[in-house]
């Protein structure tokens, strides 16, 4: 069988997502709800819309949260802008999706001076970001059409992982980018990271091979390298909160809409627990949720409310990008045992017995992850891969047409 490789890079934050909704299924039975009815998890009722908007109008602070590769999701997302807009359109976007040091390309697209594809050359993307741009475009262009402030509110990637390899108190002054320290996780934010660290041991995960392993979650609390992983989330959760909290502080009249990943968000522990410790805490969290999600009872401290959305099918997402190899992994990287006629791999100069050893900067230890990597790749970019091609190292460029379609 020919493996068509594909991409999308999981990172901590997608992760995150997914798991927080499996640890929420295991206390889930049936539940009698459907597509578009609010749900309010502290009570397990249904909420009509105005009994929600009508509570939002004391929020300073509203959170969109996302599984990133849902258009349903994000179709809720734009929906939500517009109800939320109609009401007060004082407003100011925050997007995870970007780090602070590309702002000015955010800028300069809410002024309307750029196009879509300017747009994406100058704020790098597909490097920063990497999924796929259709799913937030509806969003920018709202925020254009409606000439909103919008926010970059992630940092450079470059922080969160020296963090990661030093920890926090190991970085200078310089180095931590002018962030304040990271309130302290909760002891519930531990153990829901820890769950999540294991998973990804268990995934091979940094191990030299792809065989699964089956951590101990009491050696992975006491562990320094998890407490470095568990440092460097607080160190994004910080950075973010800190980004809505300016755009707060620079106007308190406005609301300020942030659209970020849900394993930031859900249960208070990641954005809002670092928003209440700068002393803002007229902030609500929102959540979509998949009509075949099975929510009886929903945990308490989920969210504000959730949203029940269509669940999507393959079919319903956008056309990926293909790379065109059949593959495996080995010791060196992964293997190219064959490559497709006229595809992206064969134009980018990719020939069989080629060791693809990373993609954009990533390591490619196994089938898995190139192909993670491959999905995130937006029509019309170029993905740089590191060959090892015999005895010599080589770099080529996968070239993706301009639509997937």
Same mark, same amino acid.
């Given at each position: 069988?020919?493996?068509?490789?594909? #991409?999308?890079?999981?990172?901590?934050?997608?992760?995150?997502?997914?798991?927080?909704?499996?640890?929420?299924?295991?206390?889930?039975?049936?539940?009698?709800?459907?597509?578009?009815? &609010?749900?309010?998890?502290?009570?397990?009722?249904?909420?009509?819309?105005?009994?929600?908007?009508?509570?939002?109008?004391?929020?300073?602070?509203?959170?969109?949260?996302?599984?990133?590769?849902?258009?349903?999701?994000?179709?809720?997302?734009?929906?939500?802008?517009?109800?939320?807009?109609?009401?007060?359109?004082?407003?100011?976007?925050?997007?995870?999706?970007?780090?602070?040091?590309?702002?000015?390309?955010?800028?300069?697209?809410?002024?309307?001076?750029?196009?879509?594809?300017?747009?994406?050359?100058?704020?790098?993307?597909?490097?920063? &970001?990497?999924?796929?741009?259709?799913?937030?475009?509806?969003?920018?262009?709202?925020?254009?059409?409606?000439?909103?402030?919008?926010?970059?509110?992630?940092?450079?990637?470059?922080?969160?992982?020296?963090?990661?390899?030093?920890?926090?108190?190991?970085?200078?002054?310089?180095?931590?980018?002018?962030?304040?320290?990271?309130?302290?996780?909760?002891?519930?934010?531990?153990?829901?990271?820890?769950? +999540?660290?294991?998973?990804?041991?268990?995934?091979?995960?940094?191990?030299?091979?792809?065989?699964?392993?089956?951590?101990?979650?009491?050696?992975?609390?006491?562990?320094?390298?998890?407490?470095?992983?568990?440092?460097?989330?607080?160190? &994004?959760?910080?950075?973010?909160?800190?980004?809505?909290?300016?755009?707060?502080?620079?106007?308190?009249?406005?609301?300020?809409?942030?659209?970020?990943?849900?394993?930031?968000?859900?249960?208070?522990?990641? #954005?809002?627990?670092?928003?209440?410790?700068?002393?803002?805490?007229?902030?609500?969290?929102?959540?979509?949720?998949?009509?075949?999600?099975?929510?009886?009872?929903?945990?308490?401290?989920?969210?504000?409310?959730?949203?029940?959305?269509?669940?999507?099918?393959?079919?319903?997402?956008?056309?990926?990008?293909?790379?065109?190899?059949?593959?495996?992994?080995?010791?060196?990287?992964?293997?190219?045992?064959?490559?497709?006629?006229?595809?992206?791999?064969?134009?980018?100069? #990719?020939?069989?017995?080629?060791?693809?050893?990373?993609?954009?900067?990533?390591?490619?230890?196994?089938?898995?992850?190139?192909?993670?990597?491959?999905?995130?790749?937006?029509?019309?970019? &170029?993905?740089?891969?590191?060959?090892?091609?015999?005895?010599?190292? #080589?770099? +080529?460029?996968?070239?993706?047409?301009?639509?997937?379609?």
């Amino acid at each position: 069988m020919i493996i068509i490789a594909r #991409i999308c890079f999981v990172s901590t934050c997608l992760l995150l997502s997914l798991f927080s909704l499996a640890q929420a299924s295991e206390t889930a039975g049936s539940c009698d709800h459907h597509v578009a009815q &609010w749900l309010d998890p502290a009570s397990g009722e249904t909420l009509a819309g105005e009994q929600i908007f009508k509570k939002l109008e004391r929020s300073r602070i509203v959170l969109l949260g996302e599984s990133h590769t849902s258009m349903a999701h994000h179709r809720w997302q734009q929906y939500m802008l517009s109800a939320l807009h109609s009401r007060n359109t004082n407003m100011v976007v925050g997007l995870e999706m970007l780090p602070r040091s590309k702002q000015s390309a955010l800028d300069a697209w809410s002024a309307g001076t750029l196009t879509e594809q300017e747009f994406l050359e100058q704020s790098e993307w597909q490097k920063v &970001w990497g999924y796929n741009a259709r799913f937030y475009l509806p969003l920018l262009h709202f925020a254009r059409l409606n000439r909103l402030p919008t926010v970059a509110l992630n940092i450079d990637r470059e922080l969160v992982s020296q963090v990661g390899e030093k920890g926090w108190q190991g970085l200078t002054e310089e180095q931590r980018m002018g962030l304040s320290d990271p309130a302290p996780a909760s002891d519930d934010y531990r153990n829901s990271l820890a769950e +999540l660290y294991a998973y990804k041991l268990s995934m091979g995960d940094g191990a030299e091979d792809d065989k699964s392993v089956e951590p101990d979650l009491d050696e992975v609390l006491r562990s320094d390298a998890f407490s470095y992983f568990v440092e460097a989330q607080l160190t &994004w959760d910080r950075a973010m909160a800190e980004a809505l909290a300016a755009a707060h502080r620079r106007d308190p009249s406005a609301i300020v809409v942030g659209i970020i990943g849900r394993g930031h968000l859900e249960y208070g522990y990641g #954005i809002p627990h670092q928003l209440a410790d700068m002393g803002i805490k007229d902030v609500d969290v929102l959540l979509p949720i998949d009509s075949d999600f099975q929510c009886d009872p929903l945990p308490a401290e989920l969210a504000t409310a959730v949203f029940v959305v269509d669940a999507e099918n393959g079919a319903a997402a956008p056309p990926r990008p293909l790379l065109g190899v059949m593959i495996e992994s080995g010791d060196e990287g992964v293997r190219v045992m064959q490559v497709v006629a006229d595809s992206v791999a064969a134009k980018s100069g #990719i020939v069989e017995g080629d060791v693809i050893q990373s993609a954009a900067g990533f390591k490619t230890v196994s089938n898995s992850a190139l192909i993670e990597i491959i999905q995130r790749q937006a029509p019309g970019t &170029w993905l740089p891969l590191q060959i090892l091609r015999g005895d010599k190292s #080589i770099e +080529l460029q996968a070239r993706f047409p301009q639509s997937f379609e």
